[in-house]
């Protein structure tokens, strides 16, 4: 059982167009600038490489860029759970948790998604290694090394 904790996004921007927090790790401000503060519209699909790096060396939630210590999980398509291959960073279960009940339904695409998606996998995991890419403005990739649960689920 998992405490039912309410993320914390007091430090992430808004997106006045969808009326959203953008995730950390789509969000191309950062610093002292990014808190809170509104912003432009924002691209909820896309996932900042510098941002990926940070989340991944750091140990910071792609959605509320805190740190984060124990089991963390990964949240995408079936694809990437079946290749075991997560574009977005990795995030806090309440982050998870608020972030498929937010972002999918906007009917945008979200989360590190090249299109928008009705089904997602949740995969809980103890690690993971990062993918730096060879090729310049490739991805940096997320592979998952000890899954604990993974669940398919829809949101939106
Ligand atoms: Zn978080």
């Not at 995730?23 to 490489?49: C, I, M």
């Not at 995408?76 to 279960?93: K, L, Q, V, Y």
């Not at 989360?111 to 060879?134: K, N």
Request: include cysteine.
């Amino acid at each position: 059982m998992r405490a039912p904790v309410a993320p914390d996004l007091s430090e992430r921007r808004h997106d006045l167009r969808h009326g959203v927090p953008v995730p950390f790790a789509s969000d191309p401000a950062a610093g002292y600038a990014a808190r809170g503060s509104a912003s432009e519209p924002a691209d909820l699909g896309a996932v900042v490489k510098a941002r990926a790096i940070q989340c991944a060396l750091s140990r910071v939630c792609g959605l509320c860029g805190l740190s984060m210590s124990g089991t963390t999980t990964f949240v995408g398509s079936p694809a990437e759970s079946d290749e075991n291959t997560f574009a977005f960073p990795p995030m806090h279960p309440a982050c998870v948790d608020f972030a498929l009940a937010t972002y999918p339904s906007l009917g945008v695409p979200v989360l590190g998604q090249p299109v928008v998606r009705d089904e997602w996998v949740v995969v809980e995991t103890g690690g993971f290694e990062l993918e730096r890419p060879d090729l310049r403005g490739a991805p940096v990739l997320f592979h998952p090394n000890s899954v604990v649960a993974t669940t398919v689920t829809t949101a939106g």
